[in-house]
C-alpha cells in the first residue's frame, strides 16, 4: 500500500504557515503519514494570481483586520502556541530565505534549517531579510549559512525555487499555508481539521481496498 501523499506549502514569511507548521507533527503522529514540506516563493504567488497579502488587501476595511486577529489569537490558545511572537520588521522578503530552504533539501539539512528559520521569523523575530542579521542568526543555529547560501545562489536552487512555484498556482494555490492530500487542495490554517479528516479517510480506503484483493 502506497502512502497517502500529504504536501504542506509554505513561505517563512507567513505567519499562518508559522502556525500551521506548529500542528504538522502532531497530524503526522496521529495518522502515520509524513508532510513533504514545499518551499514556494508567496511574492511570486501573489504576482502569478494577481493576489494581495492581507495588509493590501485588508486597508481600508473597517473591523475585518481586527477580527482575523482575533481569530489568530484563538487558534493560538486553542493550539497553545506559546512562542510565537509577531515579526515587527513585518513583511520580510524571503527570497534568500526560500532559496536556502530548497538548498538546505539538496543538502539534506532541511529540518534544522526550517526550525531555524521559523524561529528567528516567529519566536525570536529578526529582520531576516538583511543578510548580516541572517547570517548571525543562522549561525548561532548552527547552520552553516555561509556554505549553505553560496548554495542558494547556484542556478539549479533558483529555478527549482521558482518551478515550485510556478507548479504550486498551477495547481490552485493562492497563497500560503497551501496543504494538498494526494490532488485536493485546502487553504489555511483553519483547514488543517479537514486536511487531517481527508488523510485518514484516504487511509481508511486504501486499507480497505489492500484487504479485498488479500480476500
Do not use: C
Not at 482575523?68 to 493550539?79: A, D, S, V
Not at 512562542?83 to 513585518?90: A, I, L, Q, V, Y
Not at 524571503?94 to 521559523?118: C, S
Request: proline fraction near 6%; hydrophobic fraction near 40%.
Amino acid at each position: 500500500m502506497e502512502p497517502v501523499k500529504a504536501q504542506f506549502l509554505f513561505d517563512f514569511g507567513s505567519p499562518n504557515a508559522y502556525l500551521a507548521g506548529r500542528l504538522i507533527p502532531e497530524i503526522e503522529r496521529r495518522t502515520g503519514v509524513k508532510f513533504e514540506y514545499v518551499p514556494i516563493l508567496l511574492g511570486g504567488i501573489f504576482k502569478l494570481t494577481n493576489n494581495r497579502s492581507p495588509a493590501e488587501s485588508l486597508a481600508g476595511i473597517k473591523n475585518k483586520r481586527e477580527f482575523m486577529e482575533l481569530e489568530t489569537q484563538r487558534f493560538i490558545r486553542r493550539h497553545n502556541i506559546t512562542p510565537f511572537r509577531k515579526n515587527p520588521f513585518f513583511p520580510v522578503n524571503t527570497l534568500q530565505l526560500m532559496r536556502g530552504a530548497v538548498a538546505a533539501q539538496l543538502e539534506g539539512v532541511f529540518e534544522p534549517y526550517f526550525r531555524a528559520a521559523y524561529h528567528h521569523m516567529w519566536e525570536e523575530p529578526k529582520k531576516m531579510d538583511d543578510p548580516q542579521i541572517a547570517r548571525a542568526a543562522f549561525m548561532s543555529s548552527n547552520i552553516d549559512f555561509d556554505r549553505l547560501f553560496a548554495r542558494a545562489q547556484q542556478p539549479d536552487v533558483k529555478g527549482r525555487l521558482l518551478e515550485l512555484t510556478q507548479d504550486a498556482v498551477a495547481r490552485g494555490a493562492f497563497g500560503s499555508p497551501t496543504f494538498f492530500v494526494e490532488t485536493e487542495m485546502y487553504y489555511g490554517k483553519d483547514q488543517l481539521r479537514d486536511v487531517e479528516e481527508a488523510i485518514v479517510d484516504k487511509n481508511a480506503a486504501a486499507q480497505g481496498q489492500q484487504q479485498t484483493l488479500r480476500a
